[in-house]
C-alpha cells in the first residue's frame, strides 16, 4: 500500500466515524475531574487572557468581547495564504557556500533577509519571508453578536514593565512603566472613523519624565499602520507636537506607546491628543472607560461556550462548533453580523448584501507559479435565535460560497437535540480513551484543558495547526507556521501517551507531502542522496519540479536553516507514532521511509565531515537551535548537543525500522559505523562538568534547552543509560539557565526521565507561572515584563499533558515505568496512558504505595516493565497469583497476544 493509499484509507475511516451518531465506545474513566476542569472567567475583554476557545479540530473559533461587544475571530485550519515571493530569496546555502563564509571572511551576517553571499557580494532583503505577512494562515471572518455598537474606549495592547499603566488625572492622561530596561508599553483607542482628507494633521501636547520616551501609531481601520512618529524623546515641560498624516486614509485607531529608558518609573503625560483639519479637529477622549464585558463558562467535557450577557448589549449565547461538521453553532436571541478580515494584501472580499437570514463572504487568495490559490466562502444563516455559520474552501467544493449557505441552512433544519447530541458522542468517545485524577487539582485541570485545546485544534484529515490555535490578527507572528527546531514538534507530543495516537496524522501528513522536496533539497544543499528538512516548512509546499527559478520556490533561513539535527527532529513525532501504536503497514509506508532517508542524508554528511586523531568526526558545520548564529572559522559550529543527540536518535530508529523490516542490511551496516563516528557531547571547562550546546562554548542561558536534548527529545540518555552519563546530564540540567521561552515542557520531561529530585514542584512552578485565567498558557511567565511576544495562543504549550503524563508513565527505550517521577504519598491514578510498544497502563498510588497495575496490549510483543515493588506477581488466567523473577534492573519481560490484558500486584514476603 503507498503512503498515499494509506492515507486516504485513513482520511474515509475518519470522515464514516463523524459521520456515524454511534454511541460511546467506553465510559469516561474519572468524570467528576473532567467537569471540574470546566473554565470560569469573569470576563471576556482579552483576546489573549480571556478569550474562550472552541473548536472541532478544523473549524475553531477564539470567543471574546471588544468595546462592549461580543465577538468571535473565525478559522479554519486549511485556510492558508500560500503564496511565497521566491524572486525575492538568495541563492540556496549549499555546503560550498557555507565552508566559504568561514574560511574566507568569517560570519555571514543576516538582517531583514539580507545576506553577505561572499566577500563583497550582499544580497539585498527583504527576502521572502520578511518582505510580506504571507505564506501564512489567514482569518476567515469575525463574527459580532448582539445589536449594541462598538463604543470607542481604550485597551491595553503592550505591557514589558512590571508595571503598565494609564490614569486619568486632571484631564490628563498618564501613562507608566517600570521595571525592565527599554521596555515600552502600548494603550489602543478605537474604534475610530475619522478621515485624513479632512482631517490631515496629528496634534500631541504632551510632557514627562526625562527617561521617558513616547510613540503614536495610527492605524486604518483594517488594523494596519499608517503612519508612526519614531520613538522620540518625551519633553519636560508641556510641548505640542504637530505630524502630518498620509492623504485620504481612514483611521480607525490611534495608538500610544511608552518607553523607559533605565527601567525606573518613566511617565508620559498626554493632555491632547488630535487629529486637526480646517473645518476644526477630533479630540480623543483620554479618559479610559469600563469596559461591558460579561462572564462565561467554557465546559471542555461537552466541548461548548455559554456566554452569560448582560443589559448592556452583550447578548447570552450558547457557542459550539459542531464536531461532525464545519458549522459553528449559537443559540442567542439577537442577530449576529459576519464582518470580513480584510487585507491590503489580499483582493477585497466579496461581501453578499445581508438579508434577513443570510450573510456571506467570499474571499479568493491569489496563488503564485507554484500554488493555484484558493477561494474560502462563510456563510452566516438565521432561523428564530439560532444561527450557524458554516466555512467551506475550494479544496472541499467547486462553488465554496453555494456549499457553505447548503450547509449552514441543513444545519438549521437539523433537529437541535440531535445536533447537540451527535456533537456531545464524538466529545465522550474522545475522552473515553484516558483520564486521570490527582492530588495536584492545578495540574489535573491542567491536562484534560490542554487535551481540549488540542483536540479543539487537531483531527484526522485536516491541516495541521501552526504556530497558534485561532488567529488574533490577520497577519501572525513568524508567519504562523510550522517551526521544526522545537514548536510544531511540541503541539504534537501529548497526543502519543494521552492515548490519542490519532491526532498526530495532521503532523505525519505535513512530513510525508515535504518527503520529495526534502530529497530535492539534500542534493541541491550538499550533493547526495538522502533528505533534509530546514527549521521552517508552510502548508501547501508543492514538489520542487512544479516550480520556477533557481530555488524552486524553497525558503530556507541562512543561519537556523542549517540546524543538522532538525531534520532528525522533524521525524521524531512520526516515528513516535509506530512506537505508540505499532503497526507493520504504517511502518513501512509511512515512518520507516522518513527516517530511512533523513539516517541517509546524516550517514552521507557524517562522511564528509573531517575527522580528529581519535577517529571521531568533528560533526559540522552546523548552527545551535537559535544560538550563536555563524562564528568565524566555524568556533561554535561544530559538535553541537542538539545535532549529536538527534543523529543518534534518528540512526537508531532507521536501524529499528529495517530489521524489523528485513530489509536494507547494507544501510544498517552504513547507520552503524556512522553512529561510531560521532563524538561525545560538548562539555563545559569547569569543573564539575557540564554539556553545554556546542564544542568550545561556555554554559550560557539558553532559549531551546539544546544541553538536554539528548535527554529529550532526543531519547538517546535516559535513565538505564551509564550511571557517570546520567549524573552528567541531571547535572547539566540542575544548572541550565534558560530565558523562558522555549524549554519549559523539554525540560519538565528531561528531569522526569532521570527521575530528578523535586520534579514535581519544578513542573507545577513551570506551568502555573505560564497559566492564563482562561486556562491557556503564555510562551514566557504571565508576568508583564516577560509578554513582550505574548502574540497569541501558542499551540507547542498544548505539549503540558505530556510533561504531566512523564511524572506518572514514561517508556522510553521501550522499558515502562510507573509513576517515575511522581512523589507516591501524593495521591494519583490514571486510566489508559499509552506506552510504547501499544501498551495502555492503568495505575494508582497513594500514602506511599503504588497500588495494582494493569495493562493491555492492542500490538502484541513484549512488554517489559519496571517492577514498582521489591517482589511483583501476575494474576494468572484462572485468577491466581503467579509470582515473577524481576531482572537485577528491578525488570519483568513478558510476551503478550493483541487484546490481553495483563495484571501486576505487589508480591508480599511473609518476614
Not at 475511516?13 to 474513566?29: F, K, M, T, Y
Not at 515641560?237 to 481612514?250: E, H
Not at 490577520?474 to 508567519?479: Q, T
Not at 513501512?588 to 522518513?594: K, L, N
Request: glycine share 8%; charged share 20%.
Amino acid at each position: 500500500m503507498s503512503a498515499i493509499r494509506w492515507y486516504l484509507v485513513m482520511l474515509s475511516l475518519v470522515v464514516l466515524s463523524a459521520r456515524l451518531p454511534a454511541e460511546v465506545d467506553g465510559a469516561i474513566p474519572f468524570p467528576k475531574t473532567l467537569d471540574a476542569a470546566a473554565i470560569t472567567v469573569d470576563r471576556l475583554d482579552s483576546v489573549l487572557d480571556y478569550a474562550l476557545l472552541v473548536g472541532n479540530g478544523d473549524v475553531n473559533a477564539l470567543v471574546y468581547t471588544d468595546r462592549g461587544q461580543l465577538k468571535l475571530n473565525l478559522t479554519k485550519n486549511d485556510v492558508w495564504d500560500a503564496r511565497l515571493d521566491a524572486r525575492r530569496d538568495p541563492p540556496l546555502p549549499t555546503l560550498a557556500i557555507v565552508k566559504k563564509w568561514a574560511f574566507d571572511r568569517g560570519a555571514t551576517t543576516v538582517d531583514n533577509g539580507s545576506v553577505i553571499l561572499d566577500e563583497g557580494v550582499r544580497w539585498e532583503g527583504p527576502d521572502s519571508y520578511h518582505a510580506h505577512p504571507y505564506p501564512c494562515p489567514r482569518i476567515c471572518a469575525r463574527l459580532t453578536l448582539g445589536q449594541g455598537p462598538a463604543e470607542p474606549n481604550w485597551i491595553r495592547i503592550r505591557a514589558e514593565g512590571a508595571k503598565n499603566e494609564w490614569e486619568y488625572r486632571d484631564g490628563v492622561g498618564v501613562m507608566s512603566i517600570e521595571g525592565k530596561e527599554d521596555a515600552s508599553n502600548g494603550f489602543a483607542y478605537g474604534p475610530l472613523q475619522i478621515s485624513t482628507a479632512d482631517y490631515p494633521e496629528l496634534h500631541v501636547k504632551l510632557s514627562g519624565t526625562e527617561n521617558a520616551q513616547f510613540y503614536v501609531d495610527v492605524m486604518r481601520t483594517d488594523g494596519k499602520g499608517v503612519f508612526g512618529t519614531g520613538w522620540q524623546q518625551t519633553p519636560a515641560d508641556s510641548t505640542v507636537r504637530t505630524f502630518q498624516l498620509p492623504k485620504d486614509t481612514l483611521v480607525g485607531q490611534v495608538i500610544l506607546y511608552t518607553w523607559t529608558e533605565d527601567g525606573k518609573l518613566a511617565q508620559n503625560r498626554f493632555e491632547e491628543v488630535s487629529l486637526v483639519g480646517g473645518d476644526g479637529k477630533v479630540t480623543i477622549d483620554l479618559e479610559p472607560k469600563p469596559e461591558p464585558t460579561s462572564p462565561a463558562r467554557l465546559d471542555i467535557r461537552r466541548a461548548v461556550a455559554r456566554v452569560e450577557g448582560n443589559d448592556e448589549g452583550i447578548p447570552e449565547a450558547t457557542i459550539r462548533v459542531l464536531a461532525d461538521r464545519n458549522v459553528i453553532l449559537i443559540d442567542q436571541a439577537s442577530a449576529g453580523k459576519l464582518e470580513a478580515a480584510s487585507s491590503p494584501d489580499l483582493p477585497a472580499p466579496e461581501q453578499g448584501q445581508p438579508q434577513p437570514d443570510v450573510q456571506t463572504i467570499v474571499q479568493h487568495i491569489p496563488g503564485d507559479p507554484g500554488w493555484e490559490g484558493m477561494t474560502f466562502a462563510v456563510a452566516l444563516c438565521i432561523r428564530s435565535d439560532r444561527t450557524a455559520v458554516a466555512i467551506v474552501t475550494s479544496r472541499e467544493a467547486a462553488e465554496p460560497e453555494a456549499a457553505a449557505v447548503q450547509l449552514a441552512a441543513d444545519t438549521l433544519a437539523a433537529s437541535p437535540a440531535d445536533l447537540v447530541k451527535n456533537h456531545e458522542v464524538v466529545w465522550d468517545r474522545f475522552w473515553s480513551k484516558s483520564g486521570l485524577e490527582l492530588g495536584d487539582p492545578v495540574l489535573q485541570s491542567m491536562w484534560y484543558r490542554n487535551l481540549y485545546f488540542l483536540r479543539c485544534v487537531v483531527r484526522p484529515g485536516a491541516i495541521s495547526p501552526g504556530l497558534f490555535a485561532g488567529l488574533v490578527s490577520d497577519g501572525p507572528a513568524w508567519h504562523g507556521d510550522y517551526h521544526t527546531n522545537y514548536n510544531i514538534q511540541s503541539t504534537y507530543w501529548s497526543v502519543y501517551s494521552s492515548n490519542h495516537p490519532e491526532l498526530s496524522e495532521p503532523y505525519d501528513r505535513l512530513i510525508v507531502d515535504y518527503l520529495p522536496r526534502a530529497r530535492w533539497l539534500c542534493e541541491q544543499l550538499f550533493g547526495f542522496d538522502g533528505a533534509y528538512i530546514p527549521h521552517v516548512l508552510f502548508a501547501y509546499e508543492p514538489p520542487p519540479e512544479a516550480c520556477e527559478g533557481a530555488t524552486r520556490r524553497q525558503y530556507i533561513h541562512h543561519v537556523w536553516g542549517w540546524t543538522l539535527g532538525v531534520a532528525a527532529f522533524s521525524a521524531q513525532p512520526v516515528w513516535w507514532h509506530y512506537k505508540y501504536e505499532p503497526s507493520r503497514e504504517f511502518l513501512e509506508e509511512v515512518a520507516y521511509p522518513v527516517v530511512r532517508d533523513i539516517a541517509t542524508f546524516q550517514a552521507n554528511f557524517i562522511k564528509q565531515c573531517e575527522k580528529t586523531a581519535d577517529g571521531k568526526v568533528v560533526l559540522g558545520p552546523t548552527v545551535s537551535p537559535e544560538h550563536w548564529g555563524w562564528t568565524k572559522q566555524f568556533e561554535r559550529n561544530r559538535n553541537g548537543a542538539f545535532c549529536l543527540g538527534m543523529f543518534r536518535y534518528v540512526f537508531q530508529a532507521a536501524i529499528e525500522g529495517a530489521q524489523t523490516l528485513g530489509r536494507d542490511a547494507d544501510l544498517v551496516s552504513r547507520w552503524k559505523e556512522a553512529t561510531a563516528l560521532l563524538p561525545d557531547y560538548p562539555l563545559s571547562g569547569d569543573e564539575p562538568t557540564v554539556v553545554v550546546d556546542v564544542e568550545g562554548a561556555p554554559p550560557i542561558q539558553y532559549n531551546i534547552s539544546v544541553p538536554a536534548t539528548p535527554v529529550f527529545p532526543g531519547d538517546v540518555v535516559t535513565f538505564w543509560s551509564p550511571a557517570a552519563q546520567k549524573q552528567l546530564f541531571a547535572r547539566t540540567i540542575e544548572q541550565l539557565r534558560f530565558n523562558g521561552n522555549n524549554a519549559a515542557i523539554m525540560l519538565a520531561v528531561s528531569r522526569a526521565r532521570l527521575s530528578m529530585p523535586e520534579t514535581l514542584p519544578w513542573v507545577r512552578e513551570e506551568l502555573t507561572s505560564r497559566l492564563r485565567p482562561n486556562g491557556t498558557l503564555t510562551l514566557n511567565r504571565n508576568e508583564p515584563q516577560y509578554r513582550f511576544n505574548d502574540f497569541g495562543h501558542y499551540t507547542e504549550q498544548f505539549a503540558a499533558p505530556m510533561a504531566i503524563n512523564d511524572l506518572l508513565l514514561q517508556s522510553v527505550a521501550d522499558l515502562v515505568r510507573v509513576f517515575p517521577a511522581w512523589p507516591l504519598d501524593q495521591p494519583a491514578r490514571f486510566h489508559q496512558l499509552r506506552a510504547q510498544g501499544g501498551f495502555l497502563v492503568s495505575a494508582a498510588c497513594e500514602n506511599g504505595s503504588v497500588g495494582p497495575v494493569q495493562v493491555e496490549s492492542t500490538a502484541g510483543g513484549r512488554l517489559r516493565l519496571e517492577s514498582p515493588w521489591p517482589e511483583i506477581q501476575i494474576v494468572g488466567t484462572d485468577g491466581s497469583l503467579i509470582p515473577l523473577k524481576p531482572d537485577s534492573k528491578s525488570i519483568v519481560e513478558l510476551d503478550t497476544q493483541v487484546g490481553q490484558t495483563l495484571e501486576f500486584h505487589r508480591r508480599e514476603i511473609a518476614p
